[in-house]
């Protein structure tokens, strides 16, 4: 499914595209994704006719200014706080475009640079990046763990049509003061994986999460179950990789179809071909029925939590029903208000998921 829900990008109507990306990057999402407070009330409140992607780059460039600053003078606390805070900037500016253009590929090259700096200066994570191989090449990630040499579990987090890798770092860190690592995934069709090494969507995605599995193993040895977390179109993904793997022991859905077809939208229609590598909407739907999935012939081991927002403009509670047949160990959480993936209840939810992975996976 999509995170945008008007028809948009127009490049000469300035005005319909803000309109239409602050229905879709709406401040409760911005702060969700890490961004300053004061940075998102800016770019929400921007004049119509200013460019998204300039307004957002230019506070990312200040909050750049701001770390570099600080850095020089020893206060490596305040320069990690700045360098998150430009990427969350930057996550917002790259979602003024939906194909992989030169803009876009510079400003997700900068999105990564800055999340990469606070990684060199953070005292209380350990981060690395991590190359994760798949069909020749590779897919981009991030292994966020706590400053122990104890192995500890890991989550793999992964994220939708349009917010990757970075957007979700606090749940990484709300993982990781829980005892427990994390692995920010840009699964194929997203991110990095995607606008640089050429990789899309499939059937054959679960592979890379194994894969990752794999990776964490190699640097850990830890041997017990992992979780992985699902947000928007990531929970499908997510969902599927936990069918594929039985090392997955927990499996977190949050805000996903589970059977995805082409959005009616210009906007949806484009992201969703953007992510599958395909041009027209009939390529999409082909593509998108090879990743539904049918709790008929498809079961898993591990626990599962669905999350659902009753004010979801895009998912409905009937569209994530079939991820809880998948288990036998079910649940589902739902916000009477919630918007799509609970971005107006970010802190509780992701209090509450990163809670549930610790029950799962330090009981297992």
């Not at 602050?22 to 119509?48: F, I, K």
């Not at 427990?180 to 995934?185: H, P, R, T, Y």
């Not at 890379?208 to 992992?226: I, N």
């Not at 498809?298 to 409905?316: F, K, N, Q, S, Y």
Request: charged letters at 20%; one cysteine or more.
């Amino acid at each position: 499914m999509t995170e945008l829900t008007e028809e948009s990008q127009e490049p000469a109507d300035a005005v319909k595209t803000r309109a239409a990306l602050l229905r879709s990057m709406t401040l409760t999402r911005m702060l969700d994704y890490g961004m300053d407070h004061w940075d998102a009330t800016q770019l929400a409140g921007a004049p119509a006719t200013q460019p998204w992607d300039d307004t957002a780059a230019a506070l990312a460039e200040a909050q750049l200014a701001r770390a570099a600053a600080a850095a020089e003078h020893g206060n490596v606390e305040t320069a990690v706080d700045c360098y998150r805070w430009a990427a969350a900037a930057l996550v917002a500016a790259q979602m003024a475009y939906n194909y992989d253009n030169a803009a876009k590929r510079s400003l997700y090259g900068r999105l990564s640079r800055a999340y990469q700096d606070a990684a060199h200066l953070d005292t209380e994570l350990r981060i690395e990046r991590l190359a994760i191989p798949h069909r020749s090449r590779h897919c981009n990630a991030w292994f966020v763990r706590p400053r122990t040499d104890h192995p500890t579990p890991t989550v793999i987090i992964v994220g939708g049509q349009s917010g990757w890798g970075p957007a979700y770092h606090r749940q990484a860190a709300a993982l990781a003061r829980r005892g427990l690592s994390a692995v920010l995934l840009e699964a194929p069709g997203q991110g990095e994986t995607r606008i640089f090494h050429g990789l899309h969507l499939d059937e054959h995605a679960d592979e890379a999460f194994s894969a990752t599995l794999d990776a964490v193993h190699e640097r850990t040895g830890f041997d017990g179950p992992a979780g992985v977390w699902g947000n928007s179109f990531g929970g499908l993904i997510a969902a599927r990789a936990a069918l594929h793997d039985s090392r997955f022991g927990a499996l977190c859905v949050n805000g996903a179809p589970s059977r995805p077809e082409p959005a009616p939208f210009r906007t949806a229609r484009e992201q969703s071909q953007a992510l599958l590598g395909v041009g027209t909407d009939d390529a999409a739907a082909a593509v998108f029925r090879t990743l539904w999935i049918d709790p008929a012939v498809d079961r898993t081991a591990a626990a599962v939590l669905v999350l659902h927002g009753e004010a979801d403009p895009l998912i409905t509670l009937d569209q994530q029903r079939a991820f809880l047949d998948l288990s036998a160990d079910s649940s589902l959480r739902v916000w009477a208000d919630g918007e799509h993936t609970i971005y107006n209840h970010s802190a509780e939810r992701t209090d509450f998921v990163a809670d549930w992975f610790r029950r799962q996976l330090d009981d297992a």
